[in-house]
């Protein structure tokens, strides 16, 4: 299992597929990425590949296919 090590994740596209490969495949995230993935679009714009990446992982959140977990 891939030990992905959370850090912060801004509008940086490699942190970000990466933290939207890790959620996928473990169908979870913590609870640190997904506040910060929520907070992020305030402090800067995400480009349009971002912010498609960033609605497919609160559509996972919000349908239930992906759980915030407290740690992973």
Do not use: C
């Amino acid at each position: 299992m891939n030990n992905f090590e959370p850090e912060e994740v801004g509008t940086n596209s490699s942190q970000l597929v990466q933290l939207f490969s890790d959620t996928m495949n473990k169908r979870q995230i913590s609870f640190a990425d997904w506040y910060e993935l929520l907070a992020a679009p305030l402090d800067a714009p995400y480009s349009a590949d971002a912010e498609d990446t960033l609605n497919r992982m609160i559509y996972g959140v919000r349908h239930g296919l992906v759980k915030v977990v407290d740690k992973y």
